[in-house]
Nanobody, 119 residues
Framework: QVQLVESGGGLVQAGGSLRLSCTAS????????MGWYRQAPGKQRWLVAA???????DYADSVKGRFTISRDSGKNTVYLQMNSLKPEDTAVYYC?????????????WGQGTQVTVSS
């Protein structure tokens, strides 16, 4: 099993920055990739950014050039640096870990952290 704890959300004005953190514990070696998703009220949850165990990153088009996902393997932590924030970035942000292989492959979620961007 993998457990995830997020931190770093908050209220920021448009154009500002926030950094989210997600620390993993448990079966760290089984993690294939980690990502950040977000969900706005009444909307579906969707992938914002992801980083594989090999360090390959991927971003949703709407955040490219503004958000950066990174990791500190020594701290078992993944970060999401969010710059040039817009009101439409307002959402609950969830950390996800894709872990295991084959039939044992699972996705684990953090509790979510609220990001609110005021105009």
């Amino acid at each position: 099993q993998v457990q995830l704890v997020e931190s770093g959300g908050g209220l920021v004005q448009a154009g500002g920055s926030l950094r989210l953190s997600c620390t993993a514990s448990g079966s760290i070696s089984s993690i294939n990739a980690m990502g950040w998703y977000r969900q706005a009220p009444g909307k579906q949850r969707w992938l914002v950014a992801a980083i594989s165990s090999g360090g390959v990153t991927d971003y949703a088009d709407s955040v490219k050039g503004r958000f950066t996902i990174s990791r500190d393997s020594g701290k078992n932590t993944v970060y999401l640096q969010m710059n040039s924030l817009k009101p439409e970035d307002t959402a609950v942000y969830y950390c996800n870990a894709d872990h295991g292989v084959g039939v044992a492959r699972r996705g684990s979620w953090g509790q979510g952290t609220q990001v609110t961007v005021s105009s």
